[in-house]
């Protein structure tokens, strides 16, 4: 059985669509579009080593952009601090008296949480926002400073 080229480029790009499903990395996809680049160009009749540069240009330069897109995209918020991780972060609490060290209990959602204050200053009484979950203790600051 005789493939011609441009069947085993389209045969390259499958399998490395398939690999990155497995993988989930995407930068397979950006090769697999180069693989595309040098199936088309097997079409149109070019020679093998066109064919190569159609897909090193296509498929490096796409995993070069998407390499510099990922880089230069903002970064998330830590997840202690991220409230699309924990739907608690941004609440308030009503701390009525603070221990030593800033550490309080106060009840939250029908629980009662330690608590830590994590801002400037002294901690006074009073209705705080939750900055940060770590474990089972809440990162608050005053409602007030935000």
Known sequence: MDFSASTLWWLVAGVLVAAEMLSGTFYLLMLALGCTAAALAAHAGLAASAQ???????????TAAWHFRRASAPRSQPVESNRDVSLD??????????????????????????????????????????????????EVAPAAAR
Not at 116 to 129: D, E, I, K, L, R
């Open 52 to 62: 190569f540069v159609a897909a090193a240009l296509v498929g490096g330069g796409a």
């Open 89 to 138: 972060i941004g609440q308030t609490v009503q701390v009525d008296a603070w221990g030593p060290g800033g550490e309080a209990r106060v009840q939250y959602r029908g629980a009662a949480w330690a608590v830590h204050y994590q801002a400037p200053g002294v901690p006074t009484p009073g209705t705080h926002v939750i900055v940060a979950v770590r474990g089972n203790r809440f």
